[in-house]
């Protein structure tokens, strides 16, 4: 009997466990949830019972009591397995195991009682189910909170931006991540990289670039690193060699001559953040380093082929598999890892290129007006003084700019606001009053005594000249030039990350000032070649006039209820009464000089053209540099992009996140679209990348969003932060399985082909 009982117990205790495991735990004790109060953070707990794991990423946090707000919490890394998603296919899954305790921080707090509702989904692994979405309350007390300091809201803007410190949820910066020193021992150059927690480096992109030609540098001297699954240099996953905490690397120093101790080289490097799934582009750090003893001299066979293998290295990566790198992060980077004087050349350099965008043409007619509006007396050292002042005031506002966003962050909306209709209508009304006036219609004149005390202050000058200069100059930064192309984005991006007033105000400024540069010259030339008496001096006021009316025509485009037959129709009559008055129907009289007649013929050209502006603008067309573009007259013409693509609008953060679940629910990639009438870049994506058919085939899986911006309202404003965009236009995309392609956001411009490589790369997973 004993024996048979011997035999059967084990078999009673198999049954009963499988019948234990047949049958899941209830969610509530599958996943107990507890939360305590640590000073202004909420340290909640997730405890999972064996065989059981939840989702990382369906685990989030809300306060549910009105007055409380909760952060972004830090999430610890979770474990990567291949199991069940949380749309049900199998696959690769972050997952919480046994314990994990999540950081909440306190925003906001009154003080009370909060009622904190913890958010989870989760699993049993043995049995291959999933609970559905589960909600567990928490009731607990919380301190009231003192207000946010300056320095608080710039730590939160530098998170939002991406450029936050080692402690937040957002990856380093390059510099950061990846500390590099070097020395030299003996005829070697050490290069020491220290490399942050959850960081790494791959070890055969470590190189070092002489900047001389007496200097190059043999192969490194560094141990083997460890291997490891991760990203590939080329965006790709697989095996990879790499170093993680530090790293010193030796390489022999090759003179080619005698007396040489001093060296200035390049040490380059590239790494990872293993957490967040990304990698940077190679790091170029300049080095300077003296020795008290000269260097040896090597055969020339050895620097030949040392040189030699430095080229081959260099070139080794083929162009179409290196790391792609938006043009918003290029410049973010450079400047994050120059120094001052080669920071404060980058924004000047950056002022200087976004002169020559189409943006900022519109300043150098407004200067020329008011230089030909000086009359007979403009003086060439005249003229360069209201250039001067023109171009300081606005390289002023770009410095106020700077310094408001480095310290409340808030300069960054200045040009936005001032796209309201509100503005843009006074304006235009402003330059249409100051043609006439250029007509002779009529004479804009300060009163009598203000006019006196100006002229006295500044040494008998035209009253108010300066005073009015000046002015334009503001208005001309907040105004004219609201596109935030890469460099701009990434300067904003640097002054906000440092955080500094000072260095916010002078770097814009900087910047002002390279912009300002060509109108400088240009302002300086009209009054070195302006003729200063006669006839002609008043053909070229009329010609300003006309130019002061396109200028209000352009501001005109931007107000969003003023149609595009409208605008199309008031630039036919400009071009066709400019014609008009230039003699384009008068008889060529006998003795007609040719100038008479170059300038009939150049009327002519203006009512022509006029006429094709017309056509268009009555067929559907809206771009008067292109009068056909989008007219029913064309082939595939079609007076709006948006109705081809299919985009879905949105308007706010909970509209996004609602069809970024959706679309990742049913695999599909996710483009969302930053739009705004004043965005000249918005409406060339519109007009000649989004009507290709190219693009459209391309795009006809996507789910395609549109977020008009235009008002820039509080809505608006909460959905740019949200995603961290600074302004349009900006280009978002999303992979099939909800994760941002962050670095291939689109700042500035593309044409169809670069867009469609864009996406074609976006697609392929580089």
């Given at each position: 009997?004993n024996?048979?009982?011997?035999?059967?117990l084990?078999?009673?205790l198999?049954v009963?466990h499988?019948s234990f495991?047949?049958?899941?735990l209830p969610?509530?004790e599958a996943?107990?949830?507890d939360a305590?109060?640590e000073?202004?953070?909420?340290?909640?707990?997730?405890?999972?019972?064996d065989?059981?794991?939840?989702?990382k990423?369906?685990?989030?946090f809300?306060s549910?009591t009105?007055?409380?707000?909760?952060g972004q919490?830090?999430?610890?890394?979770?474990?990567?397995?291949?199991?069940?998603r949380p749309?049900g296919t199998?696959g690769e899954v972050?997952t919480?195991m046994h314990?994990?305790t999540i950081?909440?921080?306190?925003?906001?707090?009154?003080?009370?009682?909060l009622k904190?509702?913890?958010?989870?989904q989760?699993?049993?692994e043995?049995l291959?189910?999933?609970?559905?979405?589960?909600?567990?309350?928490?009731?607990l007390?919380v301190?009231?909170?003192e207000p946010?300091?300056a320095?608080?809201?710039?730590?939160?803007?530098s998170s939002?931006l991406?450029l936050?410190?080692a402690?937040?949820?957002?990856?380093?910066l390059a510099?950061e991540?990846f500390?590099?020193?070097s020395h030299i021992?003996?005829?070697?150059v050490i290069?020491?990289?220290?490399?942050?927690?959850e960081?790494?480096?791959?070890?055969?992109?470590f190189?070092?670039?002489?900047?001389?030609?007496d200097i190059?540098?043999?192969p490194?001297?560094?141990p083997a690193?460890?291997?490891?699954?991760?990203?590939l240099?080329n965006?790709?996953e697989?095996?990879?060699?790499?170093f993680?905490?530090?790293?010193s690397i030796?390489y022999p120093i090759?003179?080619s001559?005698?007396?040489?101790n001093?060296?200035k080289?390049?040490?380059?490097g590239?790494g990872?953040a293993?957490?967040?799934g990304?990698?940077?582009p190679p790091i170029k750090?300049?080095?300077?380093l003296?020795s008290d003893v000269?260097f040896s001299?090597?055969d020339a066979?050895t620097?030949?082929k040392?040189?030699?293998?430095?080229?081959?290295?260099?070139?080794?990566?083929?162009?179409a598999?290196?790391?792609?790198?938006?043009e918003?992060?290029?410049s973010a980077m450079?400047?994050?890892?120059?120094?001052t004087?080669?920071?404060?050349?980058?924004?000047?350099?950056?002022g200087l290129?976004l002169?020559?965008t189409?943006?900022?043409?519109?300043m150098i007619p407004?200067?020329?007006?008011?230089i030909?509006?000086q009359?007979e007396?403009v003086?060439?050292?005249h003229?360069?003084?209201?250039?001067?002042?023109y171009?300081?005031?606005m390289a002023?506002?770009?410095?106020v700019m700077?310094?408001?966003f480095a310290?409340?962050?808030?300069?960054?909306?200045?040009?936005?606001a001032?796209?309201?209709p509100?503005v843009?209508?006074?304006?235009?009304?402003?330059?249409?009053?100051?043609?006439f006036?250029?007509?002779g219609?009529?004479?804009?004149?300060?009163?009598?005594?203000l006019?006196g005390?100006?002229?006295e202050m500044?040494?008998?000058?035209?009253?108010?000249?300066?005073?009015g200069?000046?002015i334009?100059?503001?208005?001309?930064?907040?105004?004219v030039?609201?596109?935030?192309?890469?460099?701009?984005?990434?300067?904003l991006?640097?002054?906000?990350?440092?955080?500094?007033?000072?260095l916010?105000?002078?770097s814009?400024f900087?910047?002002?000032?390279?912009?300002?540069?060509?109108l400088?010259f240009v302002?300086?030339?009209?009054?070195?070649?302006?003729?200063k008496?006669?006839g002609?001096?008043?053909?070229?006021k009329?010609a300003a006039?006309?130019v002061?009316?396109?200028i209000?025509?352009?501001f005109l485009?931007r107000?969003?209820?003023?149609?595009?037959?409208a605008?199309?129709?008031?630039?036919?009559a400009l071009l066709?009464?400019?014609g008009?008055?230039m003699?384009?129907f008068?008889?060529?009289?006998?003795?007609?000089?040719g100038?008479?007649?170059?300038?009939?013929?150049?009327?002519l050209?203006f009512?022509?053209?006029g006429?094709i502006?017309?056509?268009?603008?009555?067929t559907?067309?809206r771009n008067v540099?292109?009068?056909?573009?989008?007219?029913?007259?064309?082939m595939?013409?079609?007076?709006h992009a948006?109705?081809?693509l299919?985009f879905k609008h949105i308007k706010?953060?909970?509209?996004?996140?609602?069809?970024?679940e959706l679309?990742k629910?049913?695999?599909?990639y996710v483009?969302?679209?930053?739009?705004?009438?004043?965005c000249?870049?918005c409406?060339?994506?519109?007009?000649y990348?989004?009507?290709?058919?190219?693009?459209?085939s391309?795009?006809?899986d996507?789910?395609?969003l549109?977020?008009?911006v235009?008002d820039?309202?509080?809505?608006?404003?909460?959905?740019?932060t949200?995603?961290?965009v600074?302004?349009p236009?900006?280009i978002?995309f999303?992979?099939?399985?909800?994760?941002?392609?962050t670095?291939?956001?689109i700042v500035?411009?593309?044409d169809a082909?670069q867009?469609?490589?864009?996406?074609?790369?976006?697609?392929k997973?580089n």
């Amino acid at each position: 009997m004993n024996k048979i009982k011997a035999l059967i117990l084990p078999l009673l205790l198999l049954v009963s466990h499988f019948s234990f495991a047949a049958s899941p735990l209830p969610p509530q004790e599958a996943f107990k949830f507890d939360a305590v109060v640590e000073g202004d953070k909420i340290k909640a707990t997730w405890t999972s019972a064996d065989d059981y794991y939840l989702y990382k990423e369906k685990t989030r946090f809300e306060s549910a009591t009105p007055g409380i707000e909760l952060g972004q919490p830090v999430f610890p890394k979770g474990k990567l397995k291949h199991g069940i998603r949380p749309d049900g296919t199998e696959g690769e899954v972050e997952t919480y195991m046994h314990s994990v305790t999540i950081e909440v921080p306190i925003t906001k707090s009154n003080g009370g009682e909060l009622k904190l509702i913890g958010h989870s989904q989760g699993c049993a692994e043995e049995l291959g189910i999933c609970y559905p979405p589960q909600k567990r309350e928490k009731l607990l007390t919380v301190a009231a909170l003192e207000p946010k300091s300056a320095v608080s809201e710039i730590s939160d803007l530098s998170s939002q931006l991406g450029l936050s410190d080692a402690q937040s949820d957002e990856p380093l910066l390059a510099k950061e991540a990846f500390k590099m020193s070097s020395h030299i021992e003996g005829d070697m150059v050490i290069v020491t990289w220290t490399i942050a927690d959850e960081y790494y480096m791959y070890r055969d992109k470590f190189s070092i670039v002489s900047s001389t030609s007496d200097i190059t540098f043999g192969p490194m001297k560094a141990p083997a690193g460890e291997l490891k699954h991760g990203i590939l240099p080329n965006g790709k996953e697989g095996e990879v060699e790499v170093f993680t905490k530090t790293i010193s690397i030796g390489y022999p120093i090759l003179a080619s001559k005698a007396g040489i101790n001093k060296i200035k080289f390049f040490a380059i490097g590239q790494g990872c953040a293993e957490t967040f799934g990304i990698c940077y582009p190679p790091i170029k750090n300049p080095q300077s380093l003296s020795s008290d003893v000269s260097f040896s001299v090597a055969d020339a066979k050895t620097i030949a082929k040392s040189a030699a293998t430095q080229k081959t290295i260099e070139a080794s990566e083929p162009a179409a598999t290196k790391e792609f790198i938006s043009e918003q992060d290029k410049s973010a980077m450079i400047l994050a890892s120059g120094e001052t004087l080669e920071i404060i050349l980058y924004f000047f350099l950056g002022g200087l290129a976004l002169a020559f965008t189409a943006c900022m043409y519109p300043m150098i007619p407004i200067l020329s007006s008011v230089i030909v509006g000086q009359g007979e007396k403009v003086t060439t050292a005249h003229a360069f003084n209201l250039s001067l002042f023109y171009v300081l005031s606005m390289a002023a506002t770009f410095g106020v700019m700077g310094a408001l966003f480095a310290g409340v962050a808030k300069g960054v909306n200045l040009q936005a606001a001032f796209q309201s209709p509100w503005v843009l209508l006074p304006f235009s009304a402003l330059f249409v009053a100051l043609a006439f006036s250029m007509f002779g219609f009529f004479s804009i004149q300060m009163p009598a005594g203000l006019q006196g005390k100006l002229s006295e202050m500044s040494s008998h000058q035209k009253g108010g000249s300066f005073i009015g200069v000046i002015i334009m100059g503001v208005l001309s930064a907040l105004i004219v030039g609201p596109c935030a192309g890469p460099v701009l984005i990434g300067a904003l991006a640097y002054v906000a990350s440092e955080g500094d007033v000072m260095l916010g105000f002078l770097s814009m400024f900087i910047m002002g000032l390279g912009l300002g540069l060509p109108l400088i010259f240009v302002g300086t030339s009209h009054g070195k070649f302006l003729p200063k008496a006669g006839g002609w001096m008043d053909t070229v006021k009329y010609a300003a006039g006309v130019v002061l009316l396109a200028i209000a025509l352009l501001f005109l485009e931007r107000v969003s209820f003023v149609s595009a037959m409208a605008i199309m129709l008031a630039w036919s009559a400009l071009l066709i009464i400019s014609g008009i008055y230039m003699g384009a129907f008068e008889q060529i009289k006998e003795g007609s000089s040719g100038w008479f007649k170059l300038w009939k013929g150049l009327g002519l050209v203006f009512i022509l053209y006029g006429a094709i502006v017309m056509l268009g603008g009555l067929t559907g067309a809206r771009n008067v540099s292109d009068p056909l573009h989008g007219s029913k007259l064309t082939m595939g013409g079609g007076s709006h992009a948006q109705a081809e693509l299919g985009f879905k609008h949105i308007k706010t953060v909970e509209d996004l996140n609602r069809e970024l679940e959706l679309a990742k629910a049913t695999g599909k990639y996710v483009m969302l679209d930053f739009y705004a009438d004043w965005c000249l870049y918005c409406k060339e994506f519109e007009d000649y990348v989004f009507t290709t058919p190219e693009v459209q085939s391309l795009l006809a899986d996507f789910v395609l969003l549109q977020a008009d911006v235009t008002d820039n309202d509080e809505l608006d404003q909460a959905l740019l932060t949200h995603t961290k965009v600074i302004a349009p236009p900006a280009i978002l995309f999303w992979a099939a399985n909800g994760e941002e392609k962050t670095k291939y956001r689109i700042v500035g411009s593309m044409d169809a082909k670069q867009f469609i490589d864009h996406v074609n790369l976006i697609l392929k997973g580089n």
